[in-house]
């Protein structure tokens, strides 16, 4: 594990929160390995509700150490950072993104693969990709088409210009912006709020939403499909009964 990356279990929660300051948050070989092994965890263990992504100090992530990144030598498929990358479209633990500051390269495109994402005022954006003579990564040229639309996302992606929060808002890119002084409380209320729900029904909803794109009669099969596993599951056959019994007591108080 890497001493940059915190790992904190809180209830049904599990916190990774990047603690590399001095860096500006870049992500070295050793802190892909710490977040992999870390949403492993959460992803086998059922009673993990969600994962809360977020970041120590002014800034969410620098982006890639690129110095890092050539002390390792030629990457191969079996690099942390590949590994990672390969293992977040597969993760039906739904993840929860907290960002401030600067969020640089994988700082943005890890947030496409992010369920819920909340950003400070102070949030600001950039892709400089193209820039760097390199080309997009973790999926982005799929997913932020996907998200913002092929033109925004063209713009985003091959001229690279940083953008704010209200900005990513408006696209679709976060689902809101909240002060700085707000912000580790407001997604520790959703946070929460995940903590709240059955855990498999949320994995289950994940994964359908997840799913590449198909007709509306596929999916519509697909989901029927799934719903009826949920609803054969001891998860389910118990809330409805806690619900049920919940409305018979209310009745009768009536």
């Given amino acids: 594990m890497s001493d940059f990356v915190i790992t904190r279990r809180e209830g049904a929660i599990l916190h990774l929160r990047l603690d ?67 293992r977040l479209p597969q993760l039906t633990v ?77 696209m679709g890119l976060v689902n809101g912006v909240v002060t700085n002084s707000r912000l580790q409380e407001v997604t520790a209320e959703v946070a929460a709020k995940l903590a709240a729900k059955p855990p498999q029904a949320l994995r289950r909803s994940k994964a359908l939403l997840k799913q590449p794109v198909e007709s509306t009669s596929a999916r519509i099969d697909r989901e029927l499909e799934v719903f009826m596993q949920a609803l054969a599951s001891d998860e389910a056959q118990r809330v409805i009964a806690e619900k049920a019994a919940g409305k018979a007591t209310t009745n009768k108080a009536r």
């Avoid at 932020?144 to 210009?161: C, D, N, R, S």
Wanted: charged share 15%.
């Fill in 20 to 86: 590399r300051v001095n860096k500006k948050n870049a992500l070295t070989q050793d802190m892909y390995q710490a977040l992999l092994d870390g949403l492993n965890d959460a992803e086998a263990d059922d009673s993990i509700h969600a994962v809360v992504f977020s970041a120590e100090g002014d800034t969410f992530c620098a982006g890639n150490d690129l110095g890092d990144f050539l002390r390792h030598g030629e990457l191969t498929p079996q690099a942390p950072v590949f590994q990672l990358l390969k």
């Fill in 94 to 170: 739904p993840l929860v993104a907290s960002v401030q500051g600067m969020a640089i390269g994988i700082g943005t495109t890890l947030l496409l693969h992010c369920d819920l994402i909340y950003a400070a005022e102070d949030a600001v954006f950039a892709l400089p990709f193209v820039d760097l003579a390199l080309v997009p990564e973790a999926g982005s040229s799929l997913l932020l088409p996907q998200t913002v639309g092929y033109p925004k996302a063209a713009e985003l992606l091959l001229i690279g210009e940083p953008f704010n929060a209200e900005q990513a808002l408006q």
